[in-house]
């Protein structure tokens, strides 16, 4: 049973889109509610989130995405639409900025892809996914845990500062990272999805304070493909804090060792007293969506190396798809947390 203190909010579970553009056809939304449940079962108690606000979504985001995201779907409702929200035309690479007021022209400016469609509940959810973020990360701010889980759904790493993508509204990660150094703290983000976190990457780009490293699949042939090279290591005075280390499809747990090892170097050197880890169980080897060889018990090794760094942990979640073994995933990770903690 886990004892790291998890936070969660039911409300969490109102997003439920229908569908995807996948493979160009039309399939099952990946990112299903019941992701959520599963990991809240492994759980004897989790923890209401609290209500911090808007202000800390809006020292990361900004104000005319998020009022996109609340406005979304009932302005798409409006025109006489039925079902989710979803673009179909964006602006091309440097195409000039134009706002409108079209809510067609809209989804393009504010979203990257396909694959995250607005449905009734998707601005409620993300709103207390980010405030589960926060009330996890406030819980280690108090100093009352050395780890905490924030149970988010939907993820967030995909988000940037005006946009979506990814199956990602807003960036939880982010949004608990510049609180915490709001706050004072020193912070490194670790991002172990599949998927590299382009949103995360894109917030603290040229960020000092704030250092972001990824472990992921080689964009060459994993999804976001435009971002998370290993040569993307951060601008101006961001320039050394942006750390990506893409491995080739098939990774077992050897080679990805190797590459836990260095991205906790660069944590070190960073001087954190943070450590934020943005969480994906889809490296797992029966993942339906990604082709990386993690097995359960190399998720307790993960999260023992973590814990033995000594950093106080806030563990956020991401992706993972293989809904079956996720709920047994996030308590192997756990559970090497604690080992240490
Ligand atoms: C979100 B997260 C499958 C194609 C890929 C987007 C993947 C988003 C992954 N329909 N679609 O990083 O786990
Ligand atoms: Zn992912």
């Known amino acids: 049973m886990i004892t790291v203190p998890g936070y969660f909010d039911r409300r969490q579970l109102t997003h439920e889109p229908v569908q995807e553009l996948h493979n160009g056809g039309w399939t099952a939304y990946a990112e299903k509610s019941s992701r959520a449940q599963i990991i809240a079962n492994s759980f004897a108690e989790l923890r209401p989130a609290r209500d911090f606000g808007l202000e800390p979504l809006l020292n990361v985001h900004d104000r005319a995405y998020v009022e996109f995201l609340r406005s979304a779907y009932e302005e798409w409702r409006a025109t006489g639409r039925?079902?989710?929200?979803?673009?179909?035309?964006?602006?091309?690479?440097?195409?000039?900025?134009?706002?409108f007021d079209r809510i067609d022209a809209k989804l393009g400016l504010y979203s990257y892809?396909?694959?995250?469609?607005i449905a009734e509940g998707t601005w409620e959810a993300s709103y207390w996914s980010a405030q589960t973020a926060l009330s996890a990360l406030?819980?280690?701010?108090?100093?009352?845990?050395?780890?905490?889980?924030?149970?988010?759904?939907?993820?967030?790493?995909?988000s940037g500062p005006d946009y979506c993508g990814?199956?990602?509204y807003l960036n939880n990660a982010a949004i608990a990272a510049e609180q915490a150094r709001r706050s004072g703290r020193r912070v490194a983000i670790l991002d172990i999805d599949y998927h590299h976190g382009n949103g995360?990457?894109?917030?603290?780009?040229?960020?000092?304070?704030?250092?972001?490293?990824?472990?992921?699949?080689?964009?060459v042939t994993d999804y976001p493909f435009f971002w998370g090279h290993a040569d993307?290591?951060?601008a101006g005075p961001g320039e050394g804090k942006t750390l990506n280390l893409p491995l080739p499809r098939g990774t077992d747990f050897q080679a990805y060792y190797s590459a836990l090892a260095e991205a906790l170097d660069a944590v070190r050197s960073h001087g954190a007293d943070?450590?934020?880890?943005?969480?994906?169980?889809?490296?797992?080897?029966?993942?339906p969506i990604s082709h990386f060889r993690l097995r359960r018990d190399d998720y307790r090794a993960i999260g023992e190396r973590i814990a033995a760094i000594g950093l106080p942990v806030l563990v956020v979640m991401e992706g993972g798809y293989a809904v079956d073994a996720l709920g047994h995933n996030v308590e192997a990770l756990l559970s090497g947390l604690e080992d240490d903690a």
């Open 274 to 287: 943070l450590f934020v880890l943005s969480f994906g169980a889809d490296t797992f080897e029966e993942d």
């Open 166 to 168: 990814g199956y990602c």
């Open 200 to 219: 995360t990457q894109d917030i603290f780009y040229s960020d000092p304070d704030v250092m972001f490293v990824s472990i992921h699949a080689d964009p």
């Open 138 to 158: 406030s819980v280690i701010l108090d100093g009352e845990a050395a780890a905490s889980f924030a149970l988010c759904r939907p993820p967030g790493h995909h």
């Open 113 to 117: 892809d396909a694959a995250t469609p």
């Open 232 to 234: 993307e290591r951060g």
């Open 82 to 99: 039925d079902g989710d929200a979803i673009g179909y035309t964006w602006p091309v690479v440097r195409r000039r900025r134009l706002d």
